[in-house]
């Protein structure tokens, strides 16, 4: 079964603008989770999405929104993008059955200059 | 608010030495346990989950790890450690029902042969 997919992998963009990236989960698994990786903040939990539904959300300002489609495939967005928005951003998929535990994509690397 | 704990940044072993990373966490009820491996350049990988049950819990290459309710601690053991487990170590919780991850500030472990 092929795993997460994260696309872009890397991402160079200056200030102001804005950004979409993309995740495609685990086939089967309709729970999508978005988390930041900085080397300051560590990694933190920006939001889950579950059969095209916010169902759980981060202490993030409102630049950053998602959505997720009838596929279980995700976006997420940032808007008007500062230089500490400079990130690893990590998607996760799970199965609604047995454990439950995340799955992790390899991450778009986002930089902000 | 749920938190983690991982008071060790850095561990330095020769091969063969043995392993505990320590983690603790603060949260008000009933959680999921979890850690997680970074090897370079590769995505966070699933070590090994507590859910219930047997507290002492095995996973995968040789790694187990021992939730300690009344200390509120989970930490990773490793009995012989191996060059090719120098890596990054995150330790993370969630709350039954909810599920996303509250992850540690990691624990880079460098393995010297």
């Known amino acids: ?113 | 608010a749920q938190s983690v704990s991982q008071h060790n940044h850095h561990v330095i072993l020769s091969e063969a030495a043995s392993l505990e990373l320590g983690c603790n966490y603060s949260y008000g009820g009933t959680v999921n346990l979890f850690w997680y491996v970074q090897y370079p350049g590769q995505h966070l990988q699933l070590l090994l989950k507590y859910f219930s049950g047997d507290p002492l819990v095995k996973g995968i290459k040789g790694f187990e790890a021992e939730f300690i309710k009344s200390k509120f601690s989970f930490n990773l053991r490793k009995p012989s450690v191996q060059w090719s487990d120098t890596a990054e170590y995150f330790c993370a919780v969630s709350g039954t029902g909810r599920r996303a991850l509250t992850f540690g500030s990691g624990t880079r472990l460098q393995v010297q042969p």
């Open chain 1, 1 to 113: 079964k092929a795993g997460v997919t994260q696309t872009p992998r890397y991402l160079i963009k200056t200030r102001g603008q804005q950004v979409t990236l993309s995740c495609s989960p685990i086939s089967g698994h309709r729970s999508v989770s978005w988390y930041q990786q900085t080397p300051g903040q560590g990694l933190q939990f920006l939001f889950e999405y579950f059969s095209e539904t916010q169902r759980n959300k981060g202490n993030f300002p409102g630049r950053f929104s998602g959505r997720q489609f009838s596929n279980s495939r995700s976006e997420m967005n940032v808007s008007t993008l500062e230089l500490g928005d400079s990130a690893l951003y990590l998607c996760a998929s799970r199965s609604d059955r047995g454990a439950g535990e995340q799955f992790f994509g390899p991450g778009t690397r986002l930089t902000v200059l």
